[in-house]
């Protein structure tokens, strides 16, 4: 034990004398998540907008009027059928058409309610919200005036519709998606790179020329990283608490656990390129191109994997962070128990065990 | 005299490839073994099969008196490697260097202390006892590290080409060290290709195509092909 303790001292040392693993470490998830929050804002301007009126009368014209006089919309067409909504959609510059059901007045005076339908091209799913937000912002200011000194309230009930990707009607979260990069970077690229290094230098040689079992230098190695991580989870989540506001619906225990596995499922991947790889720059290719690039592209965190075709769709179920991806987001937006993602844990606990036995049977092989 | 070292017939083949082909040779305690051959020879990989990193195909070898099939982990307590590459930590400290390796061998705190103190008086380190190993000159990281390598007192200590890249002072002061560590009882096994430093040795052996074609005194080599200097034995051996 004392041997160990002594062997994550030195590795500490290793990263907070290098600035560059340090930036690597803390400067970039924060730039990041701070980035990509900014980035993706929830600002919208001047949004082309379209108008399907089947009424025709003094309150939707009301209603109208008031999404035209905002700053946010500007109508770009009045559209008089059904059949037009798709066709005014294709042609990409309206991002909403916003349909009145017929007689929409009467309908109010005398049941109290009438439907109003927002329908929004969820290609960009994080516009689609924010449009469907204002816009129904706009009418309920309406039915405030309308019910003002009237002791029977009337409702204008919005009917929300998202068109070309139904199921990314929640809020595009990029927080899961930093995280699962974060994580892979700082779990599976920096410790391949820390690996490799000890191999050029040829300190893993005088290393396992030492009492040292090879478990108890790898397993040196990973826990600073695993603690680093957890640091790195950590501020990930807090900044997304309190800079950008977001809840986490689900148990934060469950969080950790999963978050927990997942480091673990990096570390091993980290000690899997370890072994392939001979100099720190193979790694760091290895790292790059095998690693960051899936996790940025194939594992939904960016691009829908439901609009992939089918191909890249098959693909990206062997990577690991879509799996973790899909638990966060279960867990971070929709709330859910441990029930509702046990399936994805076993992948993931899966892919774990395999990487893990892989990168033993490599490494022993090396020490032939 | 007590063999601390002993080979028979020990072969290493990768696939189809003899690296080592069935060696037999001792080395005596105290001993200061030239383990020589050109790039290639397959002295790299006979050293590794001794300092149990390379598992030995067939044959039989003890190190230190244990067994380097059954007893590897016993082996390790008991030798002292350096690498010709130093494999000393650029961004640690001397002390911190020192402190590490006295570590991974299980030296206790309070002994690491008392190495530290000793080898840096030694080795008159006091004045960058806390610099980074990175901006020491060469030769002092390569004192370093063979002193280093001797932290856990082993019986047996291996130098995989020590001298490389260092002047010949330096080179000279090095053995000098050696020397004073031989007559202290500790074994030395180095491998080199540099030959006016096989003359240092007491015993050496040529390896050639992971065969040894010659093993003695380096007096009794020159005697035997009739060569003045060690660079000519090896020469004549190599051409076959």
């Known amino acids: 034990m004392k041997l160990f303790l002594g062997f994550i001292k030195k590795e500490f040392y290793h990263i907070l004398r290098d ?101 929004t091209d969820a290609t960009d799913p994080n516009t689609a919200n924010t449009i469907s937000n204002y816009v129904n912002a706009i009418i309920q200011s309406q039915v405030k005036e309308l019910n003002k000194g009237i002791d029977k309230g009337y409702q204008i009930i919005p009917q929300t519709r998202m068109v070309y990707n139904p199921e990314l009607k929640s809020v595009f979260m990029f927080v899961p998606g930093i995280m699962t990069v974060i994580l892979m970077l700082v779990s599976a690229m920096m410790t391949s790179i820390s690996i490799t290094r000890e191999k050029e230098l040829g300190t893993m040689e005088v290393i396992l020329v030492s009492p040292l079992k090879p478990l108890q230098v790898i397993a040196g190695k990973v826990v600073p990283y695993i603690a680093l991580s957890v640091i790195n989870a950590t501020v990930i989540i807090l900044l997304s608490l309190f800079v950008f506001k977001m809840p986490i619906q689900g148990s934060l225990i469950l969080l950790a656990f999963e978050t927990v596995l997942f480091i673990v499922t990096a570390l091993a991947l980290g000690i899997l390129i370890s072994t392939i790889a001979a100099t720190q720059q193979t790694a760091m290719m290895i790292s790059l191109m095998g690693l960051m690039l899936p996790v940025i592209i194939l594992s939904g965190f960016i691009f829908p994997i439901s609009s992939m075709p089918l191909v890249l769709q098959i693909i990206s179920n062997i990577i690991p962070a879509k799996w973790f991806i899909i638990i966060l987001k279960a867990i971070m937006l929709k709330g859910v128990g441990f029930s509702f993602i046990w399936k994805e844990t076993l992948i993931l606990l899966g892919m774990t065990v395999f990487f893990i036995a892989l990168s033993i049977k490599k490494y022993k092989i090396r020490l032939e | 005299m007590e063999r601390v070292i002993e080979v028979e017939s020990l072969t290493k083949k990768f696939g189809a490839f003899t690296a080592v082909d069935s060696i037999s040779f001792h080395v005596k305690k105290g001993e200061i073994f030239g383990f020589l051959g050109a790039n290639g020879a397959g002295k790299t990989t006979a050293m590794k099969m001794l300092i149990g990193i390379s598992h030995p ?184």
């Open chain 2, 57 to 240: 195909t067939s044959g039989k070898a003890t190190v230190a008196g244990f067994d380097v099939f059954t007893e590897a982990e016993s082996i390790k307590k008991n030798i002292g490697y350096m690498s010709q590459k130093f494999a000393l930590y650029d961004d640690l400290t001397v002390k911190e260097n020192i402190t590490f390796y006295g570590g991974i061998y299980g030296l206790s705190r309070a002994k690491i202390k008392i190495k530290t103190q000793q080898l840096i008086e030694e080795l008159g380190l006091e004045d960058i006892a806390n610099n980074m190993v990175g901006s020491l000159p060469l030769g002092w990281k390569q004192k370093l590290a063979f002193s280093v390598a001797l932290l856990h007192n082993p019986k047996i200590v291996f130098l995989d080409e020590p001298t490389g890249g260092v002047d010949p002072i330096t080179r000279r002061q090095f053995w000098e060290m050696i020397y004073k560590t031989a007559n202290q009882g500790t074994t030395i096994f180095v491998t080199t290709h540099y030959m006016d430093e096989a003359e240092y040795c007491d015993r050496v052996s040529i390896m050639v195509n992971g065969n040894i074609e010659a093993l003695d005194t380096p007096k009794n080599l020159k005697k035997q092909f009739s060569a003045h200097s060690m660079n000519d034995v090896f020469l004549k051996l190599a051409r076959g």
């Open chain 1, 19 to 119: 600035r560059r693993s340090l930036f690597i470490l803390f400067g970039m998830p924060i730039v990041q998540i701070l980035l990509f929050g900014f980035a993706i804002t929830n600002e919208i301007n001047n949004v082309n907008i379209a108008i399907l009126d089947h009424s025709k009368d003094v309150t939707t014209k009301k209603i109208i009027d008031n999404i035209s006089a905002s700053k946010y919309f500007s109508i770009n067409a009045f559209i008089q059928q059904e059949n037009d909504i798709e066709s005014v959609f294709k042609k990409g510059q309206t991002k909403a058409v916003i349909s009145f059901e017929k007689d929409f007045n009467q309908h109010l005076i005398k049941n109290g309610q009438a439907t109003v339908q927002i329908i």
